[in-house]
């Protein structure tokens, strides 16, 4: 049997009679640490035990001193541990000895105290049942702090530690954000409570391993989460919102969806980042005014989405959340691939190629319906093949421009097309960036030629073609 006991938040008053009684009466008892107010206590009226403080010199993190600790106990089997506060309340060793005594089927008996909590609120004179959120301080990046309800970091142990704490909590507060700095809760003769702004908290003198810091809910938000626009999108769809926003449908949506991607890579390539920053916005308003629209229809909603997609992720990727293996990207494509046909229940690899969207632009949808006949091995061996069978449908082209039958130089151009695309993907060309870029260069030429127009006394619809060539040729050096 192993028993787990709480020394309360460090006034000798707030230890049970249980507690006592129970450290007395054990063979062996180990106390997390000898940094606790009521440990000398114990050592006073007799009780001997051992601590594992050693663990915190030689270990390199916490995690290795909460796993070293529970292991411990685990080999004891009969035994107390004494923890600080309640046993249950941010205590990772306890978290792992019972995980361990579970495996091994031995008997755990938790012995409850006054938690640091409990004592917080009585010194704060809050009531706890407003809700709040408890967070380990040195896990601000896995749990984020909530400003919309109280947040009580623990952990916050040196001035260093606040420090790197007020880092992390200004993404998500003003720095003006008020918030009480706790030392020693419930312990009369230790305890001290400073109302501070959060930029101050790390120039406190007195902060060591009693501290805790207890954050009201902020007055004004740093800045917007997901769960705002979430709500933002569903009031513009009430009756009280907005009549246009009340409107629309996801066919309505369509044409705006695909302006707003093809304005994110106007962005990219033009490497405009803030314009990036904000069209990346508007598609997440698309995707939650979508998932609201299938809401109000009871389809799905937005957290079905996340979950979809996070589950996704997961599952394309089991060389990194799994067993499997990826040594490049090339291999991580091969298993993405594969477990998307799996997922989707493509029988074949034909049925593969229909899935490419027929709406996708066509440079776009030939070239990924070309990559997917390539899995299989039906491919050229290198690009010299390409390229010889664009010049091939060039000559098949030439024969019949000259013909009335216009469905074949229809089929030939686009045969060509195609095969033009194919040497794109071997020389790792996108065919619908190289076409936007020469696009873009013939724009900038043609306007060449039509501010210099003025050089031969003539607007641009006046020039003869040799002296549009001359201009244009002109223009090619500029571009050097």
């Not at 530690?161 to 003003?174: F, N, P, Q, R, T």
């Not at 989460?225 to 513009?236: A, P, S």
């Not at 995707?287 to 996704?312: C, L, M, P, R, S």
């Amino acid at each position: 049997m192993i028993k787990i006991v709480g020394l309360g938040p460090g006034s000798v008053e707030d230890l049970t009679l249980k507690t006592i009684n129970t450290l007395k009466n054990a063979d062996k008892v180990f106390l997390r640490t000898y940094k606790h107010p009521n440990v000398d206590y114990l050592k006073e009226i007799g009780i001997k035990f051992e601590t594992f403080d050693k663990y915190y010199d030689e270990g390199n993190d916490f995690d290795e001193v909460y796993e070293k600790i529970a292991q411990r106990i685990i080999e004891e089997k009969d035994c107390v541990y004494g923890v600080p506060g309640h046993p249950m309340v941010a205590e990772k060793s306890v978290e792992l000895i019972l995980k361990y005594a579970k495996e091994k089927n031995i008997d755990v008996e938790i012995i409850p105290a006054i938690s640091f909590i409990d004592a917080l609120f009585n010194s704060l004179k809050i009531d706890p049942s407003n809700g709040f959120k408890l967070i380990d301080g040195l896990m601000l990046e896995e749990h984020k702090p909530d400003p919309k309800t109280s947040n009580v970091i623990t952990q916050v142990y040196s001035r260093f530690i606040a420090g790197e704490v007020k880092i992390k909590l200004m993404d998500y507060y003003d720095d003006e954000q008020e918030v009480y700095v706790v030392r020693a809760a419930g312990v009369k003769e230790l305890e001290r409570i400073e109302r501070v702004k959060l930029y101050e908290i790390d120039r406190l003198d007195f902060i060591d391993y009693l501290t805790t810091l207890y954050i009201p809910p902020a007055k004004n938000k740093k800045r917007n989460d997901f769960n705002d626009l979430v709500n933002i999108v569903e009031f513009l769809r009430s009756p009280k919102g907005c009549p246009w926003d009340r409107e629309q449908t996801h066919e309505s949506l369509k044409r705006y969806l695909l302006e707003e991607c093809y304005e994110i890579i106007e962005a990219i390539d033009e490497k405009d980042y803030e314009g990036l920053c904000e069209e990346l916005g508007d598609i997440l308003l698309h995707v939650v005014f979508h998932a609201q629209i299938a809401k109000e229809n009871e389809y799905f909603e937005i957290w079905d989405v996340v979950d979809g997609i996070a589950n996704k992720m997961i599952m394309r990727h089991p060389h990194v959340f799994g067993g499997a293996k990826a040594e490049n990207p090339e291999d991580v494509m091969e298993i993405w691939e594969k477990n998307k046909m799996k997922e989707k229940g493509v029988k074949s690899y034909t049925e593969n190629l229909k899935k490419v969207p027929k709406t996708l632009p066509s440079l776009i949808r030939s070239l990924k319906v070309q990559e997917k006949a390539a899995e299989v091995g039906f491919d050229w061996e290198d690009v010299e093949g390409a390229i010889n069978k664009v010049k091939e449908e060039l000559d098949e082209l030439l024969e019949v421009y000259k013909s009335q039958k216009n469905g074949k130089i229809l089929e030939e151009i686009g045969d060509l097309l195609f095969a033009i695309v194919n040497v794109a993907r071997f020389l790792g060309v996108e065919p619908e960036s190289a076409l936007t870029k020469t696009i873009n260069k013939f724009i900038n030429r043609f306007e060449y030629i039509e501010k210099n127009a003025h050089r031969f006394n003539k607007r641009i619809e006046e020039l003869t073609l040799e002296e549009m060539d001359k201009l244009w040729e002109e223009s090619k050096k500029f571009e050097e």
